[in-house]
């Protein structure tokens, strides 16, 4: 899908936005999931901490470091925390150090040592948890309720874009590119396979290999 910068400048994608500003997508969407401004997630370099940062009430801070000297936690800790991809912005802060997680119980009354355990038991993150049972979903719905993982293109889902490509007997790259700048793109892609199914379309190719 299109992305738009803060200069307004279109990109095709996301990933293409972020190579042009030289970043990695992964550290950009990490930095938007924390709250950072798109400017600044987009032109601070790797490393560097001393952009303006907001917590999970969007309060803005100087710099991690302020923000973390507010929560009374270290630095070290807050990205420790980060790193396991098991807990909110709210609980990465608002833990205290050292704090043991209670146990909890699911809908079934299964006992668990920690919130973390009980959403592992379900192939979820603590975190996904959290989100669900904060958009008012029962504790049963949030641990039951498994996320759809689908690549839709038009009326027609796939598990991924390898098996779109499969399907269509067509490359990943095409596909994308289809998708990004056709209305139709399950009619456009299914004329493209049968152009390449196609006498005309492998004598070419012969007539190109040969020269």
């Known amino acids: 899908m299109n992305c738009?910068?803060?200069?307004?400048?279109?990109y095709s994608s996301f990933s293409e936005m972020c190579k042009s500003y030289d970043r990695d997508p992964t550290l950009v969407r990490a930095r938007l999931r924390y709250n950072w401004d798109l400017q600044t997630a987009l032109e601070t370099e790797a490393g560097h901490y001393n952009a303006p940062v907001f917590d999970h009430l969007g309060r803005e801070f100087a710099n991690l470091y302020t923000m973390c000297k507010h929560y009374n936690i270290d630095k070290s800790l807050y990205f420790s925390r980060l790193s396991k991809h098991t807990m909110t912005l709210e609980q990465i802060l608002t833990t205290p150090p050292h704090e043991k997680e209670k146990e909890c119980t699911d809908h079934l009354g299964n006992v668990f040592k920690s919130k973390s355990e009980r959403a592992r038991a379900y192939g979820l993150t603590s975190a996904t948890v959290s989100t669900r049972l904060n958009n008012n979903k029962s504790l049963a719905e949030a641990l039951c309720k498994q996320a759809?993982?689908?690549?839709?293109?038009?009326d027609m889902e796939f598990k991924n874009v390898r098996e779109a490509g499969k399907y269509f007997n067509l490359s990943r790259t095409t596909i994308?590119?289809?998708?990004?700048?056709?209305?139709?793109?399950?009619?456009?892609?299914?004329?493209?396979?049968?152009?390449?199914?196609?006498?005309?379309?492998?004598?070419?190719?012969?007539?190109?290999?040969?020269?």
């Open 176 to 211: 994308a590119k289809v998708v990004n700048e056709t209305s139709d793109p399950i009619k456009r892609l299914e004329h493209i396979e049968q152009i390449k199914r196609s006498p005309a379309y492998h004598r070419w190719l012969e007539k190109v290999g040969s020269v």
């Open 4 to 10: 738009v910068d803060h200069h307004g400048i279109t």
């Open 148 to 154: 759809k993982k689908t690549h839709k293109i038009g």
